[in-house]
């Protein structure tokens, strides 16, 4: 049974920087793909970022390039999201993913497995 486990939100100042982690279990995604994704009160659920096995590489979208920075462990089975200069906007429910597939992977269909969330709120 695959598990993904985020961990890492709570509250932060605007400009802050929090580093969220995503530990999967059950089975490896070494070569296929890990993502994240975040959703506001009220908004679809929205591609933030991920990182793709085979020189697709990281990837990210316009609202959080330059700031946060996907990476991960593959010997742990673990995906990051480091996030910086953060804003207000950012506040969301962020969600891990993972996908056997390999590409640049938007869509959230695409992604197979996924984790329960966790709270990240940015005060102003």
């Known amino acids: 049974q695959v598990q993904l486990v985020e961990s890492g939100g709570g509250l932060v100042q605007a400009g802050g920087s929090l580093r969220l982690s995503c530990a999967a279990s059950?089975?490896?995604?070494?070569?296929?793909?890990m993502g994240w994704f975040r959703q506001a009160p009220g908004k679809e659920r929205e591609f933030v970022a991920a990182?793709?096995?085979?020189?697709?590489?990281?990837y990210y979208a316009d609202s959080v390039k330059g700031r946060f920075t996907i990476s991960r462990d593959n010997a742990r089975n673990t995906v990051y999201l480091q996030m910086n200069s953060l804003k207000p906007e950012d506040t969301a429910v962020y969600f891990c993913?993972?996908?056997?597939?390999?590409?640049?992977?938007?869509?959230?269909?695409?992604?197979?497995?996924w984790g329960q969330g966790t709270q990240v709120t940015v005060s102003s």
């Open positions: 993913a993972a996908s056997s597939r390999i590409g640049i992977l938007h869509a959230q269909y695409a992604y197979d497995y």
């Open positions: 059950g089975r490896t995604f070494s070569s296929g793909t």
């Open positions: 990182d793709s096995w085979s020189g697709f590489g990281t």
